[in-house]
């Protein structure tokens, strides 16, 4: 019977043993989680303030451009204006002076390539004038 009570006791020392080692080796797991856990956090906390970082730099571009685009709006608002006031300032110098328009009808056909004798038929000029049209023509080429 002692020897009963002495094996009962030593399977149960053996068996508390094990449960110790047990919750020890649980003990250090649980640690090992945390410390892994807490990495994680660490890492998502500096990839989120990145992604913080990232946007406002982004933020800060589209506005950039967003003046830009302003400004070369207004710019192209001008440059239009300009180019509508210089074609009326044309036609009206163009229609201001009749001899003007066949000046510019001959200068016209020459660019087109007509011959001095079809210039000076459709523009009722003289050759002289013609020989002029073209030798000024031939001059900017």
Not at 8 to 21: D, G, N
Not at 66 to 71: A, E, H, V
Not at 117 to 122: F, G, Q, S
């Amino acid at each position: 019977m002692v020897l009963d009570i002495t094996l009962i006791l030593s399977i149960i020392v053996a068996t508390l043993v094990v449960l110790v080692v047990l919750l020890i080796w649980q003990q250090y797991r649980c640690r090992v989680l945390i410390a892994q856990l807490q990495l994680r956090q660490q890492e998502t906390e500096e990839a989120q303030q990145q992604l913080q970082q990232e946007q406002l730099d982004h933020k800060d571009n589209l506005d950039g451009l967003s003046d830009t685009l302003y400004g070369m709006g207004n710019r192209i608002k001008q440059v239009t204006s300009l180019v509508a006031n210089i074609q009326h300032q044309q036609q009206v110098l163009e229609n201001a002076d009749p001899a003007s328009r066949f000046y510019s009808n001959a200068a016209k056909l020459v660019a087109e390539g007509a011959t001095i004798d079809e210039v000076m038929r459709e523009c009722d000029l003289p050759r002289a004038e013609a020989e002029l049209l073209f030798n000024l023509h031939k001059s900017r080429e």
